[in-house]
């Protein structure tokens, strides 16, 4: 059986235990979906949210009947390679997770047409947080990029949470995690590092006590040098810049998650 | 009861006394109903500026530093008013002994200097002015073509901004003005007499140009020559203001302020010194600026021998297109509103100053506040539009103009075009297609047209605008769009280079990533080691450094005023060139592994990719320099 077809086997299998069972993934989801959607068909910058609640929280909701009915323990004994079903996860969570965010983004679109024909152009003009910070880029960004921007900055920040909630899952799913910590020379590393961050977090924050980093000039400036980045080219240089450090860190995290699970022990 | 009713109307005045404690406008009775240029009375006027003003007393807060607004026509003063406060915490008002600084409208004495000499016979304004300046006083031409003093006043001189320190915090460290003009000398990047970029350097040089002309130090031949004859006795122009002693203890008195979000930041007296002092340095009361602006606006002004001298001075220099609408008049900015005005602003670390003259009618405003911007507050953004109104859409066209198609992107001739900072230019490119709507009125000129959002409380407004442009081609076919303080240049490959930028900056990403996966993959005894898999982490690292070499320079670069002192530019740059190398090095040994292994074949050229991307940019942006 090649790759594809083996990959498809285990997507089919992961649908099907989403579907089934009490209090199945999907309903949880349209739940969510109408919800969200209505909220954001009234006020457009709460369709940013969504992203970032599906990132969040998309794991543990398409995989929870596993959970609940002990069966990812099978995943071990049957003849699926581990690599495998990581991969084929990442690939059915992404790709669900790309086509729930895109009816937000469309419904976003649309909201600005239908507040204007609800409530009036003057109502609007209020509660247009979108179109204010418009003002800010001194109309270097029309609304509509304005709001590109935006959900772009929200589905990457979504999918890197995605990728952290997949890498949780795969470290934490019906495995002994003893054996990370019972090895004592593993221990007294993990203790180090927290010293060293300790006290390099106490060493910065007495150097922006004292004065000598200025947080509110350092905001400023990397405010500033993000303002400038969005007004280059409509804002679509810096959407790229979003999406590729997204794409970065949703691989980093998969080759992170296949390297730890596949050296679980059962 | 007499008694009674008496006491009643003396505490009625005197409460209506007190209360007006805060702002104060002196106006003679017979000047209310004058009609200004905007067609608004100066009592319409009046009222909109203490509209203003009430913003500050019905309790919205301080949201207003000092200001002073002087009005005047010829030799009457229409409206001269003092509003809000120059000492908030110490609840001192505005006042007529409240020093402002002028900023860039210093230069405007430069200019009336330099058409002095030359009603004299003193000065050639078609000369070289390499001719009057000392051997070898520049050092950093980059063309042989000569520089004039009218090149100078049109800002053509060719100059890109410096990156060196404008101004020191130490009154007695300030050098001579030649020293400190040699010491500041940026890159000549256009050749002159071709692209406008406002240069303040190029002012400042044309101060010590009527310094060598007459034989006299530059602040004193101004004293003696402007300052004086005009009786302007609470004005300073020296760069620690010490050729008024006034002056110098009132500056170090007041206080400038930064309105941000819903509080006043209170930034000190914000106590600066310009060594190039002409182009900047002059400080003062408004009422003295208004008797220079009132002396410029008169057909005989005081400042001439002859009114054909004032009629050359205002007569332009630098036009739009082919057209006779000019932007410059001998240094002089021209401006487009209901009527020609020509003027200058000028903004500096305290504060902001308008001066703009309607010379047909003489009507004139001058405007300084203690905060910086021209939109800081509603007096600066709003005031000059009361006054002369607005360029309307069909000032210069009829209703046959045609709808023009501007495309391209265009970035901003005054800037860095050379130099490690060069890349800032990019990220500030306009695209000529989103700049509004622009009608072709003939001549190479555009007007165009345009509706602004801008925030009012908290509602969008779209303010309607108009603004002249016009097109031109250099000898070198690169198109230009002239404005009256800086050009914008065509970009025929911008978003090319934008691409090249963004991809180093994700290149830098790209190798952080790369170093946490290859150490994960050690952790877990994944990867072989070798000196090539070595040399490529030493590759990746050395992106990751370029990058933040930048960054950290162009955090300097900002939080110094917009200065990259040198050591700092020896480092970067020293540590930008380490990088390349590294990279190079990298990228060999990347192509030599496909040559020897002819395995991994992608992994190889996608390393070579990474190294020649951070190469490419380092060498085309001038990160190393």
């Known amino acids: 059986m090649n790759d594809s077809k083996r990959l498809l086997n285990i997507v089919r299998k992961d649908a099907i235990a989403m579907t089934s069972g009490k209090g199945n993934a999907l309903i949880m989801f349209l739940l969510l979906f109408f919800v969200l959607g209505g909220l954001t068909l009234l006020f457009p910058v709460s369709g940013l949210v969504a992203p970032c609640i599906m990132g969040a929280g998309f794991a543990s909701m398409l995989f929870q009947n596993e959970s609940r009915y002990h069966s990812e323990r099978f995943n071990c004994v049957l003849p699926i390679s581990r690599r495998d079903l990581v991969k084929s996860r990442f690939l059915l969570s992404y790709v669900l997770y790309a086509a729930a965010c895109l009816p937000f983004y469309f419904v976003m679109l649309a909201s600005q047409f239908v507040i204007r024909f609800l409530a009036g152009d003057e109502f609007y003009s209020k509660i247009n947080i979108i179109g204010k910070l418009t003002v800010k880029t001194g109309g270097a960004l029309t609304e509509t990029e304005a709001l590109n921007l935006l959900f772009i900055a929200a589905f990457s920040f979504g999918a890197v949470l995605l990728s ?84 970065m860190a949703v691989v980093y995290r998969y080759i992170c998650t296949v390297l730890e699970y596949d050296e679980k022990e059962l | 009861m007499n008694r009674i009713m008496k006491r009643f109307s003396a505490a009625l005045c005197t409460g209506a006394v007190l209360s007006s404690l805060t702002s104060f406008a002196v106006r003679a009775g017979a000047t209310a109903d004058t009609v200004l240029p905007s067609g608004m009375t100066v009592a319409e006027v009046e009222h909109e500026l203490d509209f203003n003003e009430g913003d500050v007393t019905n309790g919205s807060g301080n949201k207003y530093g000092a200001t002073a607004v002087g009005i005047f026509r010829g030799d009457d003063v229409l409206l001269e008013g003092y509003y809000a406060k120059s000492d908030i915490e110490n609840d001192i008002p505005t006042s007529m002994d409240t020093v402002f600084e002028w900023g860039s409208i210093s230069a405007t004495l430069v200019w009336v200097s330099a058409m002095q000499l030359w009603e004299q016979g003193k000065l050639d304004l078609d000369r070289d002015v390499r001719e009057y300046l000392p051997d070898g006083f520049f050092q950093r031409l980059s063309y042989d073509d000569p520089i004039t003093m009218l090149d100078l006043m049109n800002h053509q001189g060719g100059w890109q901004e410096t990156t060196r320190p404008l101004f020191v915090v130490d009154g007695e460290e300030i050098p001579p003005l030649k020293a400190a003009l040699q010491d500041i000398e940026p890159e000549q990047v256009f050749r002159p007499s071709t692209v406008t970029a406002y240069s303040g350097y190029g002012a400042a040089v044309a101060g010590y140009v009527v310094e060598c002309v007459s034989g006299t130090d530059y602040c004193e031949y101004v004293h003696r020559n402007i300052l004086e004859p005009l009786g302007m006795e609470h004005t300073a122009i020296n760069a620690d203001h010490s050729d008024n002693e006034w002056v110098q203890e009132q500056r170090k008195k007041e206080k400038c302020y930064e309105f941000l979000a819903v509080e006043y930041i209170d930034l000190g007296n914000q106590l600066y010194y310009c060594p190039v002092y002409p182009c900047c340095s002059a400080a003062g009361t408004m009422s003295d600026l208004m008797t220079y602006a009132q002396a410029l606006a008169d057909k005989d002004s005081p400042l001439f021998g002859s009114s054909d001298t004032w009629k050359e001075m205002f007569t332009g220099t630098s036009f739009y297109g082919d057209s006779d609408i000019p932007s410059i008049a001998h240094g002089f900015l021209c401006d487009e509103h209901s009527v020609r005005t020509f003027g200058h602003s000028g903004d500096t670390e305290m504060s902001h100053a308008d001066m703009i003259l309607d010379l047909d009618s003489g009507t004139g405003l001058v405007l300084m506040t203690n905060q910086q911007g021209d939109t800081v507050n509603n007096f600066a953004a709003e005031t000059p ?26 970035l901003n001739a005054r800037g860095i075009h050379k130099g490690m900072l060069k890349f800032t230019d990019y990220l500030g490119a306009v695209n000529a297609g989103r700049i509004g709507e622009p009608l072709d009125i003939g001549n190479g000129v555009y007007q165009i047209n345009r509706k602004l959002p801008t925030l009012v409380n908290t509602e969008i407004r779209l303010d309607e605008s108009s603004e002249l442009y016009g097109a031109e081609t250099l000898s070198d076919g690169t198109a230009l769009l002239r404005r009256p303080t800086e050009d914008r240049i065509q970009h025929r490959y911008y978003l090319a280079e934008l691409g090249l930028l963004t991809l180093y900056f994700l290149a830098a990403a790209a190798g952080a990533f790369l170093i946490l996966t290859k150490h994960r993959l050690k952790k877990h005894g994944r990867l072989e080691k070798s000196f090539c898999s070595s040399m490529m982490t030493v590759g990746y690292a050395a992106g990751i450094i370029s990058a933040v070499t930048l960054l950290t320079a162009y955090i300097i670069f900002s939080r110094s005023g917009n200065v990259l002192p040198e050591a700092a530019q020896l480092t970067a740059g020293r540590l930008q060139l380490l990088c390349v190398l590294l990279c190079a090095f990298s990228a060999v040994t990347a192509v030599a592994a496909v040559i020897r292994e002819k395995k991994r074949i992608v992994y190889y050229i996608a390393n070579t990719a990474y190294n020649g991307i951070v190469i490419g940019a380092v060498l085309f942006f001038e990160m190393y320099r």
């Open chain 1, 164 to 247: 952290g909630s997949l890498k949780s899952y795969f470290s934490g799913s019906g495995f002994s995690s003893a054996a990370d910590t019972s090895d004592p020379s593993r221990k007294n590393k993990m203790w180090l590092k927290l010293y060293i961050l300790a006290a390099a977090i106490f060493v910065i924050w007495g150097l922006v006590i004292v004065g000598i980093i200025d947080l509110g000039e350092l905001f400023d400036i990397f405010t500033g040098l993000f303002s400038q980045l969005a007004a280059a080219a409509g804002g679509y240089m810096l959407a790229a810049v979003m999406l590729a450090v997204a794409a």
């Open chain 2, 385 to 410: 539009e009361l006054v002369f109104g607005k360029l309307s859409p069909d000032k210069y066209t009829s209703d046959t103009a045609e709808k023009a198609k501007l495309s391209g992107y265009y």
